[in-house]
């Protein structure tokens, strides 16, 4: 099983809105990541978690808040954003110990109205 | 700046004709990777070159490694409508955890 599930596949809220991003893996990967992808465009790294701890925040606005409960769990919490962060958000996994060979879901495509 | 610059950014040909895309930088690189994503799907890891000059095929796909690590192409060979999508080079950085650094992207559509 190399599936990386994501859920919702589509979020719509409005600027006042709390949600939240979903992503689950269940081949004992460590590494688990977020990347945000505009149209057109390649993705772009978030955040990274390895051995579920946050290691990497690529400077990510606070309005983006991750969490990893668990090694196979990784959420995105939203809250108070801006339609200029509509976009499609990926979820991705990796072993963590020997290469960086990254998992992608199919992703959450995101509008903010 | 691109660290990874791709060209052509867009390609559109017919169903069975030959492309070949290139992925350039000025640094050299331990290894680089080549992902497709499809449309409304996430990137899929095609193949990972690693030895200056490498070539490596995959079905109808040839992927190249520069003698130098500096840069990579994949050339399609009698290209199919499934061949669509988005090809990406990236370098999947020095350690096990770390931030892929995409390339700036080739949008492929193959009319039937």
């Known amino acids: 099983d190399t599936e990386v599930t994501q859920t919702p596949k589509h979020l719509v809220m409005g600027m006042t809105n709390k949600k939240s991003l979903k992503c689950e893996q269940h081949?004992?990967?460590?590494?688990m990541y977020w990347y945000k992808q505009k149209a057109k465009k390649p993705p772009e790294l978030m955040f990274v978690?390895?051995?579920?701890?946050?290691?990497i925040n690529e400077s990510v606005p606070s309005r983006f808040s991750p969490e990893c409960p668990n090694s196979s769990l990784l959420n995105l919490h939203l809250h108070a954003l801006q339609p200029e962060d509509s976009a499609l958000y990926l979820c991705?996994?990796?072993?963590?110990?020997?290469?960086?060979?990254?998992?992608f879901g199919a992703g959450t495509r995101l509008s903010v109205l | 700046t691109q660290l990874l610059e791709q060209s052509p950014q867009f390609l559109s040909i017919q169903e069975g004709e030959n492309l070949t895309v290139y992925c350039n930088s000025s640094s050299v690189f331990s290894s680089l990777q080549w992902y497709r994503q499809e449309p409304g799907e996430g990137p899929v890891l095609l193949v990972t070159v690693v030895t200056g000059g490498e070539v490596k095929k995959l079905k109808r796909l040839t992927f190249q490694f520069g003698d130098a690590r500096k840069d990579s192409s994949l050339h399609i060979t009698a290209a199919q409508p499934g061949d669509t999508g988005l090809y990406l080079c990236a370098f999947p950085g020095y350690s096990s955890a770390s931030k892929i650094i995409f390339g700036s992207g080739t949008r492929l559509s193959i009319r039937p």
């Open positions: 978690y390895s051995y579920e701890k946050l290691s």
């Open positions: 991705a996994s990796s072993q963590g110990t020997i290469s960086n060979i990254q998992y």
């Open positions: 081949m004992g990967h460590r590494a």
